[in-house]
């Protein structure tokens, strides 16, 4: 119990002071005029004012309160390493175990640090600050740490923490742990796909000096440099970027005799590529009202460089028009075709025959720019059923179709089975209703000895969109030149633009649209596998982690040609998936984490913040034991630590449960109090 006195006065506080000065100076007068009465007038006025002020006892009942000390336990992946797991089992059972023998002391514990996919490094003093949100700051009694010593939220000050109690740390690990990693000191985050980058990076090495590895630099899973490194030695790799999207760069190092981890013996560098411009060559073969659906299309897209000519007129023909009247410039066949059709990713021809303008031998050098990694898309009219056609050229060899002839009549062009599987046509906005949900075509150009299923059908089934491969490059044969009327809103209009996108693309081997792909992609905390296929069925897919742990998943069918499968992308690092024949990469968070940059246990990251609060940091022991140090209650001091043994702060904290109050001029004793002063200073004054 706590007794003592309050006061509540019965006026208000001024009306207080105004008659406690005024008493003041009564009494200075009295006293210094020497007043027979003086003494007893004072205390007249002394017992008034404390009525007044109406003084009371009182009384509390106080419940004493719990000390709170929090035991964190670090469960970051850098703790699955060596011993480390048993070492913070044993030194929590143990530690836990002796704080509950100290009376008056409430332990919380806390686990923290676990791997989510998300958080870079391992943060502790986060979980700690949650631990104690509801704990008055005179409450906390200290704080337990067990850990390797890799954090990365360390506060850089004593305040804060935000309680004044001692941190204490218990090191797992060994002392002289030995450990080799690949750090990256410059990387390259974009890269403009044809040319190279370069990445710099170092093999450092941990409890030795001297040793020398072999590095292996990969991109996409391909090797593409080897060399020997010494321990500390940095170096450079010329990394050419193949395609658009993540390029991703492992450097690997051989392994260090009884190394720690082989976790961050690789690292990860990943490299968006992007395309400088895309050259594209388009041939319109006379002057119809399609031809502005493809400049208009090509132009519209900053990261395409066209080349655009349009024969007006054939060189057998005459009119008597005026040259200067036809074209600005001649048309420059043997610089394009002969000698930079290569620097093109892309030829169109529109509605396009022989007409004397492209020698044959120009077609072969077509055929075999297509073989080697080019792409040729032929929008196709009557041209094409033609006598003077262009499948009557060498260029036949990577035409998909061969020509029979031409219908007019009208029809909606639907997705075959192979087209709704096919990334470039599946979902095609309007492909879902029957009929579709797009204007008709009138006229399509009948074939024979397709080399693939069309993904675009016409008039009674007929192929109408041809995607063929031929060596390395890519064909694609539009059998219809009434794809304008969906660019003009004819009937409504239809997708012309996602449609010849996605072709142009295709053809341009964006990797995001190939037919047969395996992906890994990050959705929220998920890793989603996607498996692109044309095939009815898919084998499963073998996963593995950034820690090398594998899981093998069996993939189920979501849209049309696509199977997918998800699991918990609870790791940080480079994930890769296969079938056995498709490879996947893909970086989860930072390129190269901040929990296995360094790996080796220390004392010396927490010691300096431990020591300032009065704690201390050290290492549970060696081997698989541990040496635990005694814990001791310390109720009054500025040190917490000393040999052998880690102290906790005990707090004098309490409640107050009820109050008792008994005012000095209540009642009778009050009333007679002022009474007999009153009384006092008559009798003094009659005599």
């Known amino acids: 119990m706590n007794y003592g006195i309050a006061f509540t006065p019965l006026v208000p506080t001024l009306v207080l002071w105004l008659a406690i000065g005024a008493i003041v100076v009564i009494a200075a007068l009295l006293l210094l005029g020497r007043s027979r009465s003086a003494w007893i007038r004072v205390t ?352 036949d060899s990577v035409l998909p179709a061969e020509p029979v002839g031409v219908t007019e009549k009208p029809f909606y062009a639907h997705l075959s089975d192979a087209g709704k599987r096919h990334p470039v046509t599946r979902g095609l906005e309007g492909s879902a209703s029957e009929p579709p949900h797009w204007s008709r075509f009138f006229r399509t150009v009948e074939t024979r000895n397709a080399v693939s299923p069309p993904v675009l059908t016409g008039a009674d089934g007929k192929p109408l969109l041809l995607l063929s491969r031929f060596g390395a490059g890519r064909v694609a044969l539009l059998l219809s030149d009434h794809i304008w009327l969906w660019a003009r809103g004819y009937e409504g209009g239809g997708p012309h633009l996602d449609l010849l996108r996605r072709m142009s693309h295709w053809l341009m081997q964006q990797p995001d649209l190939d037919e047969e792909a395996l992906r890994l992609q990050v959705q929220g905390k998920d890793l989603a596998v996607i498996r692109q296929t044309m095939g009815d069925t898919v084998p499963p897919v073998t996963v593995t982690s950034p820690s090398g742990q594998t899981r093998e998943l069996n993939l189920a069918q979501g849209d049309p040609g696509e199977w997918r499968a998800t699991l918990p992308a609870n790791e940080l690092g480079l994930w890769q998936a296969t079938d056995g024949t498709l490879k996947a990469l893909i970086n989860v968070g930072p390129t190269n984490p901040k929990e296995f940059s360094e790996v080796t246990s220390t004392t010396e990251t927490l010691k300096p913040l431990a020591q300032a609060t009065g704690g201390d940091a050290r290492r549970l022991g060696a081997g698989s034991g541990i040496d635990m140090p005694r814990i001791v209650p310390v109720r009054s001091s500025t040190l917490f630590s000393g040999d052998g043994w880690m102290g906790v702060r005990i707090r004098d904290a309490s409640v107050v449960k009820g109050v008792g109050v008994l005012p000095m001029f209540a009642g009778v004793i009050g009333l007679l109090l002022l009474l007999g002063a009153l009384a006092a200073t008559w009798v003094r004054e009659g005599r």
């Open 44 to 395: 007249a006025l002394a017992l008034i004012a404390l009525a007044l002020a109406n003084p009371q006892f009182t009384r509390e009942d106080r419940e004493p309160l719990s000390s709170v000390a929090a035991v964190v336990v670090d469960k970051s992946p850098s703790q699955n390493f060596g011993d480390r797991n048993k070492q913070t089992q044993a030194a929590q059972e143990a530690l836990v175990d002796s704080l509950k023998k100290i009376k008056g002391l409430e332990v919380r514990v806390v686990d923290a640090g676990q791997a989510d996919g998300e958080t870079d490094g391992t943060h502790l003093f986060g979980a700690l600050t949650s631990a104690l949100s509801d704990v008055p700051v005179d409450r906390v009694a200290g704080a337990f740490l067990i850990t390797d010593g890799r954090v990365h939220d360390i506060p850089g000050s004593v305040a804060a923490l935000g309680f004044q109690a001692p941190l204490q740390a218990l090191i797992t690990g060994q002392n002289a742990e030995r450990d080799r990693r690949i750090a990256i000191t410059a990387a390259p985050r974009f890269g403009i796909v044809g040319q190279p980058q370069t990445i710099s990076f170092r093999l450092d090495d941990q409890g030795v000096s001297g040793a020398s590895a072999k590095v292996v630099i990969r991109r996409d899973g391909e090797v593409i440099s080897e060399r020997t490194l010494t321990s500390g030695q940095a170096a450079n790799v010329d990394v050419d970027i193949k395609h658009e999207g993540q390029n991703i760069v492992e450097i690997e190092a051989s392994p260090l005799d009884n190394e720690l981890t082989l976790v961050n013996n690789r690292a990860v560098v990943s490299i968006d590529g992007v395309r400088d411009k895309l050259r594209v060559l388009l041939v319109s073969g006379e002057p119809h009202s399609g031809e502005r659906t493809w400049r208009n299309l090509l132009k519209s897209d900053a990261s395409i460089d066209l080349v655009h000519f349009t024969i007006l007129r054939p060189p057998e023909k005459q009119d008597g028009t005026p040259i200067n009247e036809l074209s600005l410039i001649a048309f420059p066949t043997r610089e394009l075709f002969q000698q930079k059709i290569n620097e093109f990713q892309l030829i169109i021809f529109d509605r396009y025959a022989r007409q004397g303008v492209l020698p044959i031998a120009y077609f072969d050098n077509i055929a075999r720019y297509v073989r080697n990694g080019g792409a040729v898309l032929v929008s196709a009219g009557p041209d094409y059923a033609s006598n003077t056609s262009i499948w009557r050229t060498p260029l």
